[in-house]
Structure formats: C-alpha cells, structure tokens
C-alpha cells in the first residue's frame, strides 16, 4: 500500500541553487525589509536570519524575494513565512504526461533530460535546466542505498 507522500509528485525543483547566501548578504537583504517595515519587532530579523540560514537561501532567492515582499506586500505586516515560500521552480514532468506531449505535438522526447526525486524519475525541460542554470539530479550520482538483508 502506498501512502500519500509516495504517490504525490514534487511541483518542481527550485530555479535558485547555489551556495546559501552569507550572514553579509543576508543582514544587507534584511536591512532593506526593515527599512520597508518600519514596525516590524528587531526579534522578527533574528528569526527570519535563522530561517533564512535553515532553509539554505541563495543570495539570488533572498534578493528575489526580497524584492517582491517590498513590491507586492499589501498588509499591515509581513511574516516570516511570506518571505520563506518564496520560491520559483521549474516544472517536473511524469513520464506520462510528456508522452502527452508528445502525442499532442507540443514537445519531443529529445527536449527532456531526466531528474530523480527520491526513487521516481520525473523529466524536466531542456530549455528550463538552460535557462536557469539547473543540474538535474541523475540516478548515477545518488548515493548508493545501504543493503539491509
């Protein structure tokens, strides 16, 4: 039987990869919220620090996120979680659905590489992995399961 999680599949991967962003661009970034939000409590940008380090942000996903928080925010005031989600992926595809596609004549099979998530082998674009400098993560460079008789 197999439980939800296995049977859903990922919306994506995200397009910002990278090394996480330093505690320099992060404070920077930061700095621009709370000149943005003037009420916002000194304790709410230690916090979102922490997150931000936690959930391993690129300097170019803070930047982007930064900037649609002081673009686009409409509230009294934003939480951490506004500017955590943010985030852009590039579709992953099941094998059936490029098969659609295909049959649809809006793609070839040449214009997918393969991604794994997990044990499953969803495709993804060419042009997307092009576009967004991604690497598809390839079966071959896994690591090895641990063989448990």
Not at 75 to 98: G, R
Request: net charge neutral.
């Amino acid at each position: 039987m197999q439980t939800e999680l296995q049977t859903h599949q990922p919306e994506g991967i995200s397009i910002y990869t990278g090394t996480p962003a330093t505690p320099m661009e992060i404070a920077s970034e930061t700095a621009k919220i709370a000149v943005s939000f003037p009420s916002l409590d000194k304790l709410f940008f230690t916090i979102l620090a922490e997150r931000l380090i936690k959930n391993n942000f690129t300097i170019d996903r803070l930047i982007a996120a930064t900037g649609y928080l002081i673009d686009n925010f409409h509230y009294k005031q934003p939480t951490i979680a506004d500017i955590i989600s943010f985030d852009k992926k590039a579709k992953l595809y099941s094998y059936n659905e490029v098969v659609v596609l295909i049959n649809e004549n809006k793609a070839r099979f040449e214009d997918f590489d393969k991604h794994w998530v997990g044990d499953t082998l969803y495709r993804i674009r060419k042009s997307e992995v092009e576009m967004h400098n991604l690497k598809p993560y390839l079966k071959s460079e896994r690591s090895p399961q641990p063989f448990i008789p």
